[in-house]
Each structure stands twice: as C-alpha cells, then as structure tokens.
C-alpha cells in the first residue's frame, strides 16, 4: 500500500492540497490496515458505512480496480506513496575494497610489502648502540605465558549440526594460510642460509676482522638477504587464490541464468555441487502445472474421458455449470491462444482453470453466468485454505433462498456429503457404506492413475428455515449433495524422469512433499522414477507422519524422524510446517556419517521456514510469492526440476574448477620456489628476474583462473557422489600430478642452469657483473619455464586421472583464446623486451626446443597418470575443510546463537585480526628502534604528547573509555561486540571492570580500562600486559606508561 518512507510532514502538506480529491486520508488508510477481522468490518461500516463507500471515495472499483490512465495513477503516486519495497542500501565502493583486504592471502602479500618497504628506509644505528638493539629484540622474542591459557574450558556439549555456508571459502582460506606458512619456512631458511654463507665466506673463507666502520655495509647485505627471502615468499602465496574463486562463482552464475536458475545468494552455488537430498513440491515442478479434467463421474456413472453434454441429464449440468462458473476464483479464466493452433492459455489458480475448461468442453459458456452473476451479488465467499480443503460460495436465489456450491478435496468433501444426484436428476440417500464404495471404485482407481481427484458439491438453505449463521463454518459445511467427482490429470513434465535418474546417479535421494492425496502422489512418484518397483521406500501422509514422529505428550524427537526419514520418499496431504519438520530433521540427523545437505523448493508465503532452514532454498519464479523469492537462495525462472539439476551441474564444475586451478598454481608455485630458492643459494641471484616473475605471477594467477575457472560443466559431473563438507580440495591424484610435474620442471630448469650453455653452446649466464646485459642463457631458462607451464595449463584441465586432457578444449572459448594469447605474447618479450624483461632474441632452433621442452610436459603428463595412485603410499591430501571440533572454545560460545557458522565470515575475522596485529608489531617495533636510537634509557621515559598516537597508550589511558566512545571504533577484532550485551562484555574479563587511576605514590600501578573482550583473548593488550608488571613496591624497576617497554609489553 502506502510507502513508509514518507515522512510525516510531507503527508500532512499532501493531504491538504488533495483533500477535496479523494475522501480518504493516507494516515487513515494505515490505520485501517492495522485491523483484522470483524474489527476491521466494523471500523468500515462506522467510517464509510461499508466496502462499496471506502471504493468510492477512493474513486475505485472492488470488480475492475483502478481506470489505469497514466494521469490518475501519478496522483495516486503523489498522495498515497508507490506500491514498492524500498531497496536495500548498497555497500558502497570502500566497503568492498575494505572487505577485500581481510582476505588472508592479501594481508601476507601486504605485510611483506609493508616490511620490505619499511627496510628500504631503513638506515643502522651506530656502532656503540648496536648491543642494546640486541638486546631489545632477545626480549621481544621472550613467549610469554598467560595464566587464562592455562585454565582449558570444558568442551560444550555437542548441539545438533548447523547450517554451514561458504564451506568452499573456508577450505580455500585454510589452504592457503598452510602455503603461507611453508612459504614462511622456505623463505626463512633462505635467510639462514644466505647469511651463514656470507658469514663463512667473509670471515671464515677470507678470514676478515670485524670492522666496527664496516657495521653499516654488513647490515646492508642481511638486509638485501632478507629482501630475498620475502621475494621468496611473495612467489609461494596463491595469491590468485581469492580471484579463480570470484570468477568461478561469477561466471557460474551468469551461466546459470541461462539454465534457469536466478542465484539470489552465491553460496548455494558451491552449496548446491554437495547436495545429498532434494525435497520438491510436485504441481509446477514435477508436473507441467497445465490442468486438464480428464475422467468424471457423473449422476451414478465413471466416464473414462469427458462425456458429452447429451449423456448428462439436463438438470445435473445446469447446477453443475453454474456451481463450477460462481465458485471458481472470477480472476480465474480460459482465455484464447497466443498462438494459432496452440493450447488455451489458463489464467489463475490451474486447479480451476481444469474445471473451467470442463465446462467449456461440456458445450457451455461459464463468462455468460458470470455476467449474469457479478461477483459483488455473492452472498458468502468460504476462500480456499490448507486446513478446511476446500472452497464454498453462498448464493440468494430468486426466491429468497440459497444455495451453497462446495468444491474440495474428494476425500473430505465426501465425508460432509449427505445425498448424492443419481441418473434421472434426483438426489438420493449417500451413506457412509455408500461412500467408502465410492472411494474404491471411483476415487482410488483415479488416484492410482496419477489424477487429483475433486469432489463438486451443493446444499440448498430453503427460505422455510430461519437464515444460517453464516459464522459457523461446520454447521454450513455439512448436509451436502454430491453433484460429482472429476479427476484432473497434471501431465509430468517429460523431462523431469530423466533428471529424477541423473539425480539418483549422482547420489542425491529426491522427495515429493506434495498437498495430493497420497494415491496420487505414489502414482506420479512412480511416474517421475521417484518410486520404482521393488523399491523398499515407504510414502506416508501428513498425520501418519506427523503420528510416527511425535511422542505422548506431542513433541517431536529427532530419534524417531531418524528412524523415518532415510527411507521416506513421498510425502502427501502435507502441510508447510510438515515440511519444515522434515527439512529441519533431515539436516540435524547425524544417523549418517556425512550431514546431509538439503536443498527444497517452494512456492507458497508458507514455504518460507522451509526455504529459509533449507542449505539452498529454491523458489519458483512464476508460481512463486514474494515472501518465497524473498526466503530463497535460487530462483527457478521456468518452475521445472531439471533446472535443479543444472544447477548441481553447475555447483560440482565450481568446485573442479578451483581444483584445476589450484593443482596449476601449485605446481608454478613448487618450482618457483624452489628455483629462487637455489637460484639465490648457489648463485647469489635469482634466475628468474623481478619483471619475469610478475609475467610468470599474471599468468598462473590472472590468465589461468580465466582460464580454468571457466571450464563448462559436462554430464560426466552427474556420475559421482557428492564430495561432501570433508572433501580435501587437493585430493591424492592430484598431489601426485603437482608433484611429478614440480620433479619434471625442476629437472628441465636446473639442467639448463647448469648445463644449458655447454648444451647450446653459448655463453654462461651465471655470475655475471651486476649491470651485464641480458644473456642468451637466462632468456631460453625464463623461455623454457613459461612454456612448461603453458603446456601444463592443458594438464591441469583433469583433476581425476583422465588420460585425453583435450577432450571439450575447444568447448571453452576462453581457455583456447588465453593459451594462445599467451604464446604470442611471450614470443612479443623474447624478441622484443630487451633489458626491461632482460631477454635476448632467440634463433628459430633455440624457440624450437624451448617449445619441446615444454611440449614435453604433455608427454610426461601419460606418465604420472600411469602410476596407480594407490601405490604411492607416501601421497597426502590437502585443502580440508575447518570441522566443527577444531574451531577455539571462544569463537563456538559466540557461533551458539546463530543459525549456521559461515566459514567465510570466520577466516574473514581472522583476517582482521591478523591486520591489527601486524599493525601493533611494526608501530612496536619502530618505538624500540626509535627509543634506542635516541640512547633514552628502558627505565625511564615520561609520556610524550605524540605517544598518545598509539594504540596501545591509546587503549590504555584511563579518560579513554573505549564503550563510551561515539561513534564506536572497531578495535582489533571488535566488530561483532555491537551484538553482544555490556554484561556478557565486561564479564569476559572481571580484573578489568573497574578502571584504576594511577596512584600519586606508586608508579608501578598501570592504569586499565574495560576493553570489549576479543574471541582471541591473546590478542587483547590490555589484559595481557598486566600478568607482566611488576608488582607494586615488590619491583624496584616500574616501566611508566609512555615507555617503550610499557609499549613492548603490551603489544605482546
């Protein structure tokens, strides 16, 4: 209706200027819609005496609404606001750019560039000072041992298993944390190793004294030797990692849309390549949703197709039509073909346009009657709800009396029927032995054809009798006459019994939560291939479900839906919170050793818990609400199920791309590592120079996750079981692969750096002068190495053993177009780069076995693939997902609350963690220098004015209340403290709660201030710092809190 957006100053100048226009106010209106029921009756009756008053004064009509001239609808706009949902704000550019940055894998690459610029400033003390910096850093690298670390929490009881999102993220941040580290190591052995050889070499080897002159020099080669070693770790970080996952999932999901599937959320994509179970409505998904009566029973007898009109006696048909016309929905309509030749296009609820489609094939016109009998003349409208099963309509007949049609679910409305019409139009006496013939011999034949079977109804109100309370629903809805029983046939969608095998190959189990009763649903179950002969499934309706999983006092147990559920596969007469039940019991069973993950498709406002609770939830995107596109995660533009399992296809190739993508970039990784690694040992330089390796770096990073990320799915993808939460990213075939292909190139490259000179008879390019030009020898090593990886690129397009790596290649446009942009590219800087990419022109036969050598990659690609993987015990996968069992006590106490742990969200904040602290640790580390350099002694030191720029003073100044602070700053680790209440805040930490000024006669005393606890407690300065302090007149060497010891401290 109105939108809230406007303010109330804007309303009140509006309605003044439109008041004589409509006789209705915008705030009045509002109220209205706070009413419901027999209140809101009331309030239209004392405001506009009744429904056709509130109409006209808002210039309307309750049959045609609006005139809908343009002119009208904007003063409508004007002055009660747009029919709209106001959007949601978007983040704005640094948000994202903020986001990015927690990512972990830029923050190592940042903080090596961080260091190695802060060295490049760098200048050495003097001589004399040097000791006391010795002795600093010894006392910086002191551990330190906090008494919280030792008080181990008892683990929580374990609570049921929560919905998991960005599982793919998790694994891929946990991954390339590990890389980090073992480049960590490599880089800091380098170090070790440059440095002891130095040291030999100059004092040992050539036996030079100490000089205190030469102090400076000396510090200036450990420093380049430690500008080597964060070289060596740039090369090891992945850094493409976060940008192959980007493009995979962004170019997933523009593909998807052409399959039909609209990804609202980009987590079901990868969520959806895992799905175990999926739980589908059956009108509109499994069935085409185009209703058509196609047996009926009429006046005593089962037509097997629709009779002709002079087979039904007269008086059967005219209340038949007329009950049909008046108690289907009057936006409900058959309307003409688009096209010519085509079907009739059903317009509204597809269960009436069936019977209305019945009464145009019985030779009758349902539009005459409906003019005839205008929908504002309906005496009584019983809407059509989920519990009652049925839909009734109160006419008053000529004569004062009325009449009553019913329509509804067969088994139901039978039960309230009384009499029924027999062959010469009279209605006769319809027992209950009566009925339960009926129901074997009419409506179970139907039903186990796969038809939904709907029983039409009357009951006349004589005007003898007093007029009924129509309130009383039970009374009215009894004492019916059966008029007759159609079967309606919803065709299965032709495409959907193949989709329903690929699912059941693929290791996905598919179950129909349907509305039907449940022959029909095992009917169209077996049609779809959901249920098959000899199956040992079971089908079961809404209350003998509802009956096995409750206890006595009516409470559901998950013991008994684990008992149930694994071979349950169809579920009739259900209702949304049924489904709900089944969903939400599915996901928290741990009968099976893999949690399920359970994707469910819905349409209704009433689907939403289902979707919401649901790992991925899928709306449909015709039949669908609002409030169901809203709960979902994907929306199926076309209703249909083999969009289901497209988006499985599309899942699945997500996850193998980012594979491919890693067993590429980790084989680059492993031998350029390893050869600047050597390269910079044995030689003193690097093979591979700066400019190269940024070459090197665009192509296994930028190219290749274009590259590999935008492989297409194939339908070999449907041939396996789902990975599951626990898969490792880099399974053991693929271990072998990067490594085999990492010996391969390490073998090539060392030779030619070695031997390559003698081989093509050139002139050496090792220990050349430092400004020398660009040999011939460095450019084939540099020519060589690109053209391995290139050719490997072709490797690592299978991840699972396949023999043919070029099956599909010219599938994929964009992989064909970047191997080959590539090549030409790289012929461009050979011949043409010159010193800035210190590159020579090769000759014809030189480019000839660069590109033999690395077509050579191919041929032992065969090979690698050969050896069982089995035999080669020695393998480990890695890339394994963060279970449960292995996050801190302190992060699950805080995860407790929420609905599902997002792996994202998780490392995210580890993320920002890692910021701050490597923020403390320079601004730490340049305080030391600094007090040092300035000969200030460790003991003394009162507080500067700039020192107040530090965190950690910042932090630690009483004045400086951190909650009371407006606006809040997020410190460290702090963004999610908003959530929490200050009890459970200050809580965390019970020495803190109080601030403590600083004493006139103790220095020792360090003030403190509640800080908002982090998840890491070893991160919170605050209250670490104070186990290190002295303890008041026991130390005789207090440290004030401008010091740079107080400083040291507290950022440890």
């Avoid at 006046?299 to 108690?327: F, M």
């Amino acid at each position: 209706m109105a939108n809230n957006s406007y303010s109330g100053v804007k309303n009140s100048m509006v309605e003044a200027n439109h008041d004589g226009e409509f006789g209705c106010t915008l705030k009045e209106l509002r109220s209205l819609m706070e009413l419901r029921g027999a209140e809101a009756i009331d309030k239209i009756g004392d405001s506009y005496e009744d429904t056709q008053g509130l109409c006209s004064r808002l210039k309307t009509s309750p049959i045609d609404g609006l005139s809908g001239q343009p002119g009208d609808i904007e003063k409508r706009k004007t002055v009660f606001g747009e029919n709209i949902i106001p959007p949601k704000k978007p983040k704005t550019f640094l948000q994202l750019v903020w986001e990015a940055l927690q990512d972990v894998t830029l923050i190592i690459l940042e903080v090596a560039a961080i260091v190695s610029l802060g060295l490049s400033f760098y200048r050495p003390p003097d001589a004399e000072r040097e000791p006391k910096a010795q002795d600093g850093a010894a006392m910086e690298m002191q551990p330190l041992n906090s008494d919280e670390g030792g008080d181990a929490e008892e683990k929580k009881k374990a609570g049921p298993p929560k919905k998991e999102k960005s599982v793919l993220q998790g694994k891929l941040t946990k991954l390339a944390v590990q890389i980090g580290k073992a480049g960590l190591v490599m880089s800091a052995i380098t170090v070790v190793i440059l440095v002891v050889l130095f040291v030999v070499d100059t004092f040992w080897i050539q036996n030079l004294p100490w000089v205190k002159d030469c102090t400076p020099i000396y510090i200036q080669f450990f420093v380049k030797f430690f500008i080597i070693g964060v070289t060596v770790l740039v090369v090891a970080v992945p850094e493409g990692l976060p940008l192959a996952v980007t493009i995979s999932l962004a170019y997933s999901v523009k593909k998807m849309m052409k399959d039909n599937n609209l990804v609202r959320h980009l987590d079901a994509c990868e969520t959806m390549g895992n799905a175990t179970a999926i739980c589908s409505d059956k009108t509109g998904t499994l069935t085409m949703n185009r209703m058509t009566v196609v047996q009926a029973f009429v006046g005593e007898k089962h037509y097997k197709k629709v009779p002709e009109p002079e087979n039904i006696p007269a008086s059967i048909l005219d209340i038949l039509i007329l009950g049909i016309a008046v108690n289907c929905a009057y936006t409900t309509k058959i309307m003409s073909p688009e096209k010519e030749g085509g079907l009739p296009r059903q317009v509204g609820n597809k269960t009436e346009c069936a019977l209305l489609g019945f009464s145009t094939d019985l030779k009758r016109d349902y539009q005459a009657i409906r003019n005839e009998i205008p929908e504002e003349k309906l005496h009584k409208v019983y809407t059509f709800n989920s519990v009652r099963k049925s839909m009734s309509t109160v006419l008053k007949m000529a004569d004062g009396s009325y009449r009553m049609f019913s329509k509804g679910a067969s088994e139901i409305l039978l039960k309230k029927c009384c009499k029924i019409l027999i062959a010469n139009g009279e209605a006769k006496v319809f027992r209950p032995r009566d009925r339960d013939d009926m129901v074997k011999k009419v409506i179970e034949p139907m039903a186990s054809e796969g038809l939904r079977t709907i029983c039409l109804a009357y009951r006349d109100f004589p005007v003898s009798e007093a007029e009924p309370d129509w309130d009383n629903e039970n009374d009215i809805l009894s004492g019916l006459t059966c008029l007759s029983v159609v079967g309606i046939e919803d065709p299965v969608r032709p495409e959907v019994p193949d989709a329903i095998k690929k699912c059941q190959r693929a290791g996905i189990t598919v179950r129909m939560v349907t509305g039907d009763n449940i022959s029909t649903a095992r009917a169209i179950a077996s049609k779809c291939g959901i249920l098959l002969p000899g199956d040992d499934f079971i089908c079961l309706d809404g209350k003998e479900f509802n009956r096995r999983i409750r206890n006595e006092k009516g409470e559901i147990e998950q013991e008994r839906i684990d008992k149930l559920w694994p071979k349950l596969r169809v579920l009739a007469r259900s209702s949304p919170t049924d489904k709900h039940t089944l969903v939400k019991g599915i996901i928290d069973s741990e009968v099976l050793e893999q949690r399920q993950v359970v994707a469910v498709t819905g349409d209704g406002t009433n689907d939403g818990p289902a979707l919401k609770k649901a790992d991925v939830g899928f709306a449909m995107g015709i039949a669908g609400t609002d409030v169901a596109k809203e709960a979902s995660d994907i929306i199926l533009t076309d209703d249909n199920f083999s969009s289901i399992v497209k988006a499985v296809m599309w899942g699945r190739n997500v996850y193998d791309s980012i594979s491919k993508f890693l067993q590429f970039q980790l084989t680059v990784n492993v031998v350029a590592v390893i050869v600047a690694f050597t390269g910079a040992c044995i030689t003193q330089d690097s093979p591979l120079k700066a400019v190269q390796m940024l070459w090197v770096n665009l192509i296994m990073d930028t190219f290749a996750s274009l590259a590999l990320a935008t492989e297409p799915p194939t339908e070999a993808l449907l041939l396996r079981k789902p990975y599951g939460r626990n898969k490792p990213l880099i399974s053991r075939t693929m271990m072998k692969n990067i490594l085999g292909q990492g010996v391969f190139q390490l073998i090539i490259i060392f030779t030619l750096l070695f031997a390559g000179e003698k081989i093509f008879d050139i002139d050496s390019g090792r220990n050349t002068p430092l400004h020398a030009p660009p040999s011939e020898h460095y450019t084939i090593v540099f020519n060589t190495f690109v053209l391995l990886q290139l050719f490997n690129e072709i490797n690592a397009r299978k991840i699972h053993g396949e023999r043919n790596v070029f099956e599909g290649i010219f599938n994929n446009l964009i992989f064909c177009s970047i191997v080959f942009g590539t090549f030409i590219i790289q012929i461009v800087i050979v011949q043409f780069g010159g010193k800035p990419f210190s590159c020579v022109a090769l000759s014809i036969d030189q480019w000839l076995w660069c590109t033999f050598l690395g077509f050579g990659s191919l041929l032992w690609g065969q090979v690698i693939s050969s050896i069982p993987t089995s035999r080669l015990k020695f393998l480990k996968s890695a890339g394994h997902g963060t279970q449960k069992d292995e996050i801190p006590d302190e992060e699950l106490d805080e995860l407790e609350d929420n609905e599902e742990i997002d792996h994202a969200e998780r490392e995210l904040r580890r993320g920002q963690i890692l910021w701050f602290r490597g923020l403390n640790r320079i601004q730490t580390q340049i305080r030391v220098v600094n007090a040092f350099r300035s000969s200030i002694s460790l003991y003394e030191g009162l507080e500067k004015p700039e020192s107040r720029s530090s965190i950690h003073n910042f932090m630690n100044h009483p004045e400086f209340r951190i909650e009371d602070s407006e606006p809040h700053i997020p410190l460290i680790d702090d963004t999610d403290a908003e959530d929490d209440a200050p009890t459970k805040r200050n809580s965390a930490s019970p020495r803190n709660a109080t601030p403590t000024p600083p004493s006139p006669t103790t220095a020792a005393v360090v003030p403190t201030t509640p800080v908002s606890p982090s998840p890491n407690q070893n991160n919170n300065a605050v209250e670490s710092s104070n186990h290190l302090l002295p303890e008041g007149p026991k130390s005789g060497t207090p440290s004030a809190p401008g010091s740079p010891l107080h400083s040291l401290e507290t950022s440890l």
